[in-house]
Structure formats: structure tokens, C-alpha cells
């Protein structure tokens, strides 16, 4: 196991009713709610927090887009700098956190605020930031990371810092029974990728790591395949709720290497093409793992026995029925598993591997993908 050093500061509040809770949170009295194209104005959860916070001086900032916008961030934080917000409450999926996190940054931030996320510019302060958490699914609601995109230059980018952990996050399961099912799948493919990405590279007998990392796995494998077909069972909601968020909360993480490669590939294909961004890693995963075969068959011969039961095989024959077994959960939650089904042609890949070269990456466990292995791996995304 490699050296580390751990602290994840959020507070949880998990279950039924929980969202009642937020004015006993809430450590100050001017308020900016943040959320996205009116889905919690359908179903309820508006209602439910402005009924909890009675009593504060509440502003209001929505139209968050999927993929939230840097420019939309930005007109929120002019409005945040102007009445001197003291407190950042995001009411949304991963989108409306991850923009409350930026505005959290960029509010306090001197200089040109995209900086943040194209030369990692050091954060030094930024407002305090609660959420209340709609969509399972990216793990933002427990973790010190937020993506944002740049819609004229195509970019999608990310930054950290442990300044944006948010205070506290309230998880109800109830109130994802009004999620579409597209986002339910997306929710679950990419929560069951996040947890690949940290678990399948190559073994460094971390015992603790490696154990609850299969153990969400198949937690995300057997509730997901349920949940389509038992949309209103709160177990199996609170469950995947449960676990997509430690998929992402750098748990287990911890001390092992990680191969976030089909994220970054990802992210172009999205800025690129608008894929959602689950649809991005469903395509690419598999054909990182079947690239990549040599070095991760150890992990894939491994997940293949504790996730999907493949116990009687070769360990060369475990691995390659993992990666298909992946494919298999990916097409029956709903997603697309190769670029052509999304009308995109070879032609088109330079576009996607370009953000490679421009940001200078070696992705990969082994810091081995440059842009031409980048583009093989795509090639096998047609
Ligand atoms: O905008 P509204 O009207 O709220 O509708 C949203 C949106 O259209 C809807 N929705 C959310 N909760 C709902 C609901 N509809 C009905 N009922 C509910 N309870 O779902 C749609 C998608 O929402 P979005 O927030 O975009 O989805 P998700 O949570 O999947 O977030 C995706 C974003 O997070 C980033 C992604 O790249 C993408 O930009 N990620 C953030 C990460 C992080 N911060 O750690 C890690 C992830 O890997 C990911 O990159
Ligand atoms: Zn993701």
C-alpha cells in the first residue's frame, strides 16, 4: 500500500425527511440557493427547503446547466460579490454542486477566474458551500472536486482543493423517485466507474481499499439492475444513494495507484459532442480495459470473481469475461457502448484527443497515454 494522508471533512445527514434539518446547518443567515432547470421545482424539494429555512435571508440563483457553464457560474458570483452572500446552499445533481463550488472559489478569487480550472491557479479562500443532494451519482456532494465547461472554447476541466468540501450534504433518497430514467442509468454507470477507475489498475495489497471497492461494485451492479424495474423502492434508492457517494468521497482511494483515463477522454467527448457524461465512460471504459488488457489483468481476473461470480475460470478468461460483463451492465441500464452508435466517425477523434496535448497529460495507472495511445484507445470506441 503507498503512503497517504486522509481527511474528508463532510458532514452526512442521511435518510427520510432529512431536508427539515438544513436550519440547524445552515451557520449563517444570508443565503444564495443554487439549482438547475426547475426539476425541484416539480418535485418538492424547492417547497421542502424554503419551508426549512424560514427565517434566513434567501437569494435565489437557478438555470444551472447540465455541464454546468463557466459564464452562468460567473453571473452568480456577481450576484453573490454584490449582496455579500455569507453562505453557498447547492440544491441539485452533481451540475449544480460542482457549479456552487466553483462559485464558492471564484468569489473569493483574484485574477482571472478561469485560471482555476485551465492552470490549476491556487485557491486560497472561498465561501463555505452545504448540499442538498437530488441525483446519486458523481460523489461531488462529499468530495473537493467540480467540473466546468467553456461552451465557445469546448473545454470541460476540473479543479480541487480541499477548500470546496462542502460542509454538510443531505442525502434523501425519496426525493430521486422523480428522476428520469436516463439519469437513474447515468447515475449508476458512472458511480460503478468511479469505483473502477480507483480499484483496476495493478495490485498493491491494499486489503481495506480493494474489499470496499468490490463490495460497492456489487452493491451498484445488483441495485442498479433493480432499480429501472422498481423505481419507487426507497431500499434499493437508498442504497445506490449510499453508495455512489463513497464510490467518490476518496475513500477508497486511498494509497493505490488510479487511472482516471476514460474521465479525461471523456470529458472531450462531451464538450465536444454534448454525450452525457456517464454515456462518455460507458464507450470508453471498456476499450481502456481491453487496451490496457496486459497490465490490468490481474484486477480484472479479480473483480470478475467478486463481482460478477466468475469463479471457475482461467484467470486470463475471468479477465476478458469482465470487460464484456461490464459492457452487458452498461446496455442493460440503457447506455450506448460504442462511438458509432452516437453517429461519431473516426474522423472526429483528433478533436477528442487534442485536450491531451494541449494540457500536456500522461493519463493512466502508468502515466503511459499520451494522445496517440489515446487515439487507439478511441479506435476502439468505432
Ligand atoms: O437541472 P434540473 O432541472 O435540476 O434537472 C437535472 C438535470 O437535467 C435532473 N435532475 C437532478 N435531480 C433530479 C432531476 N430530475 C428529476 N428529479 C431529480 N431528483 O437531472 C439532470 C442531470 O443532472 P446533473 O446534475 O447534470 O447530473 P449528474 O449528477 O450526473 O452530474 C453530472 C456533472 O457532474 C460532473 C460531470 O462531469 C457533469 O458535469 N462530475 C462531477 C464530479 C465531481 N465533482 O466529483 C465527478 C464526476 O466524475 C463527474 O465528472
Ligand atoms: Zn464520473
Not at 447506455?335 to 478533436?351: P, R, V, Y
Request: proline residues 4%; neutral net charge; contains cysteine.
Amino acid at each position: 500500500m503507498n503512503n497517504f494522508e486522509f481527511a474528508n471533512p463532510v458532514r452526512i445527514v442521511f435518510g427520510k425527511g432529512m431536508i427539515a434539518r438544513l436550519s440547524n446547518l445552515v451557520p449563517a443567515n444570508k443565503v444564495l440557493m443554487v439549482y438547475g432547470g426547475g426539476s425541484i421545482k416539480r418535485n418538492g424539494v424547492y417547497k421542502q427547503v424554503k419551508a426549512a429555512l424560514q427565517g434566513f435571508d434567501v437569494y435565489e440563483f437557478g438555470g444551472i446547466e447540465a455541464n454546468p457553464q463557466y459564464h452562468t457560474c460567473m453571473k452568480a458570483v456577481e450576484l453573490i460579490k454584490k449582496e455579500k452572500i455569507q453562505f453557498l446552499l447547492a440544491v441539485g445533481g452533481g451540475s449544480v454542486i460542482d457549479a456552487t463550488k466553483f462559485m464558492a472559489a471564484a468569489s473569493c478569487f483574484k485574477g482571472d477566474t478561469w485560471d482555476i480550472l485551465e492552470k490549476g491557479a491556487e485557491i486560497k479562500a472561498a465561501l463555505p458551500l452545504g448540499v442538498i443532494l437530488t441525483l446519486p451519482a458523481t460523489g461531488s456532494e462529499m468530495n473537493e472536486r467540480a467540473v466546468i465547461s467553456k461552451a465557445e472554447t469546448r473545454q470541460k476541466l476540473n479543479f480541487m482543493t480541499p477548500l470546496i468540501f462542502p460542509k454538510f450534504s443531505i442525502l434523501d433518497p425519496e426525493v430521486t423517485y422523480s428522476l428520469p430514467a436516463r439519469q437513474v442509468a447515468n447515475g449508476v454507470v458512472d458511480s460503478f466507474i468511479h469505483v473502477v477507475e480507483q480499484y483496476l489498475t495493478y495490485p498493491v495489497n491494499a486489503k481495506v481499499q480493494d474489499g470496499f471497492a468490490e463490495c460497492l461494485m456489487r452493491v451498484i451492479y445488483e441495485e442498479g439492475l433493480k432499480v429501472l424495474k422498481h423505481p419507487q423502492d426507497y431500499d434499493i434508492r437508498a442504497n445506490l444513494m449510499w453508495a455512489a457517494t463513497n464510490a467518490l468521497n476518496l475513500w477508497i482511494g486511498q494509497g493505490v495507484p488510479q487511472d482516471w483515463s476514460s474521465h479525461r477522454m471523456g470529458y472531450a467527448l462531451t464538450a465536444q459532442f454534448g454525450l452525457d457524461h456517464a454515456q462518455t465512460l460507458a464507450i470508453i471504459l471498456p476499450a481502456v480495459m481491453t487496451y490496457m488488457f496486459e497490465t490490468k489483468k490481474d484486477k480484472l481476473a479479480r473483480m470478475g470473481a467478486t463481482v460478477f461470480g466468475f469463479t471457475q475460470d482461467s484467470k486470463e478468461e475471468c479477465a476478458r469475461k469482465t470487460i464484456e460483463a461490464c459492457k452487458t451492465f452498461f446496455k442493460q441500464m440503457g447506455l450506448k457502448t460504442q462511438l458509432s452508435e452516437c453517429g461519431i466517425t473516426e474522423k472526429e477523434l483528433d478533436a477528442l484527443t487534442a485536450p491531451i496535448d494541449k494540457m500536456g497529460w500522461h493519463l493512466g495507472e502508468h502515466h503511459n497515454i499520451d494522445s496517440n495511445v489515446a487515439h487507439d484507445i478511441l479506435m476502439l470506441c468505432l
